[in-house]
């Protein structure tokens, strides 16, 4: 886990360098500048990122555990778990952290279980079943079969344990696509029973396998608990859909968009189920919308695969590190990213936190001199007594 370097017998470009990788830790945590005073630490071999990712790949951990496993403090590991959940752009970058890893670790970080009120996360990667027969996830996470045979069919019902050369060329186009043995995806795609129609994509199958299908939503379902603190779920649903209408009138999503869309999606619907059901049609609205862009005659141009649009609210980073333990908005600041504390002053964070209180979507109290907030629902327009 840890090089056996002399950090201060480096250069100071290459501890710089270190420390911009979060590669470099003392007892107190991770380092952000060079450090003064010579105190003892440890470099990472690897970034701090990547070894938290193949933890989660490997199993589930809580933020405790993680912040143990490594010896650094909670607030380091939450930052980087946020970093890869939270959906939009960085301001200065212009990265999307969930479609990188998307696209990089072939997953999402997704919460898969409570342990004494902490949440248990684990790397949930695309499954082989998914990467063979629903690509793109719509099927599976969007149950949109109906939808799909409204497009040009190309081959019906072929029968199992029997081969076409769409199967030839289905195998050719997404064993580049996965870097997989386009003969693996030709052997496995033939085990089914399918159906191929023409999308704007390339031809797509639609196997006979609900058990398979229900695997892969089960595979990236969440507890309840974690659609339940959903907020601003209907401005969500209205952000994604005017997300995908950007793209799409930029040029044809890839796979990988239609991807993450997929799980957006997926995600809002459980959460509108459970939150507002009136939400629903506003969901499944946005789901037809994504099945409809598959048409090859929709009106679309055919363009380069597109990172997720939009900038980071406000909103979502506050809402991302609140606890349901109480704090001051000087707490809830401290502990926003870097690049977010950059572009909010704690002002505006003190304003927000005030806001989503007055309209009982988090909780606040008077304790002594301090106003606090927990992540709890609150009371409209009322505070709790500490």
């Given at each position: 886990m840890y090089r056996d370097v002399d950090f201060y017998g480096l250069s100071e470009e290459e501890q710089q360098r270190l420390i911009r990788g979060k590669r470099v830790t003392?007892?107190?945590g991770l380092l952000r500048e060079i450090p003064k005073g010579r105190p003892a630490v440890r470099i990472f071999e690897e970034s701090l990122e990547n070894l938290i990712l193949k933890c989660l790949e490997s199993g589930r951990y809580?933020?405790?555990?993680?912040?143990?496993?490594?010896g650094i403090e909670e607030n380091d590991v939450r930052q980087i778990i946020n970093k890869f959940r939270r959906h939009g752009r960085d301001d200065f970058t212009g990265?999307?952290?969930?479609?990188?890893?998307?696209?990089?670790?072939?997953g999402v970080i997704r919460v898969k279980n409570m342990s004494q009120r902490h949440f248990e996360y684990s790397l949930e990667t695309i499954p082989f079943f998914a990467r063979i027969a629903d690509p793109t996830l719509v099927l599976s996470l969007l149950e949109?079969?109906?939808?799909?045979?409204?497009?040009?069919?190309?081959?019906?019902?072929?029968p199992s344990n029997t081969a076409s050369e769409l199967d030839e060329?289905?195998?050719?186009?997404?064993?580049?696509?996965?870097?997989?043995?386009?003969?693996?995806?030709?052997?496995?795609?033939?085990?089914?029973?399918?159906?191929y129609v023409e999308t704007s994509l390339?031809?797509?199958?639609?196997?006979?396998?609900?058990?398979?299908?229900?695997?892969?939503?089960?595979?990236?379902?969440?507890?309840?608990?974690v659609y339940n603190r959903f907020r601003n779920l209907?401005?969500?649903?209205?952000?994604?859909?005017?997300?995908?209408?950007?793209?799409?009138?930029?040029?044809?999503?890839?796979?990988?968009?239609?991807?993450?869309?997929?799980?957006?999606?997926?995600?809002?619907?459980?959460?509108a189920k459970l939150e507002d059901p009136r939400l629903v049609l506003k969901v499944e609205e946005a789901i037809n919308n994504v099945a409809s862009a598959l048409d090859?005659?929709?009106?679309?141009?055919?363009?380069?695969?597109?990172?997720?649009?939009?900038?980071?609210?406000?909103?979502?980073?506050?809402?991302?590190?609140?606890?349901?333990?109480?704090?001051?908005?000087?707490?809830?600041?401290?502990?926003?990213?870097?690049?977010?504390q950059m572009v909010s002053p704690q002002d505006s964070v003190q304003e927000a936190l005030d806001e989503h209180a007055a309209l009982g979507m988090i909780s606040s109290r008077i304790n002594g001199e301090d106003v606090e907030y927990s992540s709890k629902f609150g009371t409209v327009g009322l505070r709790d007594s500490p």
């Open positions: 003392t007892s107190d809580s933020i405790h555990e993680l912040a143990d496993e490594f990265e999307s952290f969930k479609y990188n890893l998307l696209s990089e670790w072939n949109v079969e109906e939808q799909l045979f409204d497009l040009p069919v190309m081959a019906e019902g072929i060329i289905y195998a050719l186009l997404f064993g580049e696509f996965w870097d997989i043995d386009p003969q693996a995806i030709f052997d496995e795609i033939t085990n089914y029973e399918r159906t390339a031809p797509l199958p639609s196997v006979r396998a609900l058990t398979e299908y229900e695997k892969i939503r089960s595979r990236f379902a969440q507890p309840d608990t209907e401005k969500s649903i209205r952000g994604i859909s005017e997300e995908f209408t950007e793209i799409m009138n930029r040029g044809q999503p890839g796979v990988r968009m239609y991807q993450a869309v997929s799980i957006e999606l997926f995600d809002m619907l459980r959460a090859p005659e929709a009106d679309n141009s055919v363009g380069t695969e597109e990172g997720m649009p939009g900038e980071i609210a406000l909103e979502d980073e506050i809402l991302a590190v609140l606890d349901e333990d109480w704090m001051t908005a000087e707490q809830v600041y401290n502990e926003l990213p870097a690049d977010v």
